[in-house]
Structure formats: structure tokens, C-alpha cells
């Protein structure tokens, strides 16, 4: 399935399902922490790469389907990328990149009641659309490139693919009050590497937000139990 086709899905699960279904919307935000995994058929280069930071900002819609299941969707913005840096004999080498995604997770997501919050746990499929690109490469001290990647499907010219997907897991928690807290581990199944360098990003961090009710009835619902002793 080419990646637009999942993209496609994705918005329509997001925009889809019974209107009459509690849905609830709000801000988030968070940190990310970022690894490119490359891969070759001769050689692993997953030691020499390291964590790069990042945020990710956005909207969250929850869902509601009964009362222990309820589908979120996000859409953020993703501030990824790689580092690596290896001193070898007679060379010593550094790279680094920034790349910018649309990401679109659209997770199941099982809630547990205790009291005045929920515990949660959700995973499902994400679809990454790239946006901005840099990166810097510098050999003995040289830099020999920096400036944008380039992006396409071409074996030869090409740096980056335009899409990313792979699989969100999540758990944390949410105050019935609205308050939203998750540690969350996305796992890149695609290579984004248009090359013969197997390249995927695995990225791992954490989100806050607040989730408001639409309806008058929710919010009553909502409130009445946060205050219930």
C-alpha cells in the first residue's frame, strides 16, 4: 500500500464514526527523542548513532466508544532527526540532520477508572508527511555538506523519502477534569531512505495536554465524578 493510500485512511479514520459519540478535543505538546537506525547488508551502524532532541505540538480528538475504549487521534507537528559522530584511523567523521513531519496517529485506547483519572494504554498506526529538512556532514573537521536534504524516490540523487510511517504505543494518564499526561514510543516501519541504507526512526518522549468536552452533558458528567469523594 503506497503511503498516500494510508494517509488517506487515516484521515478518515480520524473525521469518521458516529457524530452522536462523545468527542472531545484539545491541545498537546511534548518532547522527543529521536534515533535514526541505519542498516546495511554488510554492516549495522546502530552504535554509532545517537539520541537527537525534539518537540512535537498539535490537537488531540478523543473518541469515546464505551466506556473503557475510546479511538485518539493526533495531529502534530514533529521536530525529528539523526546524530553520529565515530573517530576512526586517519578519519574522523559527524553528522547531524533536523527533519520536520505532519504526524498522524490514530490510536485505540483502553482506559482503566480510578477515582478521579483514567489509566491509559493505546497503540496504532501513524503516517508521517515530511515538511522541512537540514543537516550538516563533516569529515576531519571539514564540513563537506549542509543545507536541505533532498527529497524524492530516486536510488541515486535522492536523501530522503517524503513519507514515514510505523506504529505509536502510549501510556499514561488522564484526569477526568481534562488534564492529559503519556510516554509514548513510536516505531518507524518504513525505510526513509530512498538509498541502499536502510534508515528508520525510532522515537521515544513524552506529551501533556487538556482534553475539553463538547457537550454540556460530558462536561457535567466529567465534573461531577472529578469531584466525587
Known sequence: ?????????????????????????????GMNFNRQIF??????????????YGFNIGA????????????????????????????????????????GYINIPVCLTYKVDVNK???????????GKLLSTSHRYYSDGNNIENGKLRV?????????????????VKAGFELKKGMYLVAFYDIGAYDINPQFVVTRNKTYGFQLGYIF??????RYNRFENFYEF
Open 39 to 52: 542498516k546495511s547488508n554488510t554492516y549495522r551502524y546502530d552504535a554509532l548513532f545517537r539520541n537527537r
Open 117 to 127: 483519572a483514567y489509566l491509559i494504554a493505546g497503540a496504532g498506526p501513524y503516517i
Open 60 to 99: 488531540i480528538s478523543d473518541l469515546v466508544l464505551t466506556k473503557n475504549l475510546s479511538m485518539q487521534s493526533e495531529f502534530l507537528f514533529s521536530l525529528r532527526g539523526g546524530f553520529f559522530k565515530t573517530d576512526k584511523i586517519n578519519i574522523s567523521e559527524e553528522y547531524s540532520s533536523s527533519v
Open 152 to 168: 524524492g524516490l530516486n536510488t541515486e540523487t535522492d536523501q530522503i523519502k517524503p513519507w514515514d510511517f510505523g506504529v505509536k
Open 213 to 218: 468536552s463538547l457537550t454540556e452533558e460530558d
Open 1 to 29: 500500500m503506497r503511503a498516500k493510500h494510508v494517509y488517506i485512511i487515516c484521515l478518515y479514520l480520524i473525521f469518521s464514526g458516529d457524530l452522536s459519540a462523545q468527542l472531545r478535543l484539545g491541545p498537546i505538546g
